[in-house]
Nanobody
Framework: QVQLLESGGGSVQEGESLRLSCVAS?????????MAWFRQVPGKKREGVAA????????YYDDPVKGRFTISQDNAMNTLYLQMNSLKIEDTAMYYC?????????????????WGQGIHVTVAS
């Protein structure tokens, strides 16, 4: 059984940093799999923040976080990280770790078959 467990969330002031971690257990990535971070605020759809995809060996970022967030993973691909710097109030959301096969659009939540429970990130002014 695949489990994704996020940690590292919390409340910070605007401009500060947080590092999210996601430990994957029971997960054997396929040759085209991606691991990603999504976020969601109440009343809005879940949106892709960043992803690492094996088949293309490519890293993707959503435009609002480019230059501020960095996604990375360990060599065994069992831990995914999201370093978030220069946090803004609009980064406040529930953040989710996800894993699944690449389907052509890394930011489409429907391609991801495994999800963590989510972790809160709150950025205050």
């Amino acid at each position: 059984q695949v489990q994704l467990l996020e940690s590292g969330g919390g409340s910070v002031q605007e401009g500060e940093s947080l590092r999210l971690s996601c430990v994957a257990s029971g997960y054997t990535p396929g040759s085209t799999d991606c691991m990603a971070w999504f976020r969601q605020v109440p009343g809005k759809k879940r949106e892709g923040v960043a992803a690492i995809c094996r088949g293309h060996n490519t890293i993707y970022y959503d435009d609002p976080v480019k230059g501020r967030f960095t996604i990375s993973q360990d060599n065994a691909m069992n831990t995914l990280y999201l370093q978030m710097n220069s946090l803004k109030i609009e980064d406040t959301a529930m953040y989710y770790c996800a894993a699944g096969a690449y389907g052509g659009a890394w930011y489409y939540s429907g391609y991801y078959t495994h999800w963590g429970q989510g972790i809160h990130v709150t950025v205050a002014s």
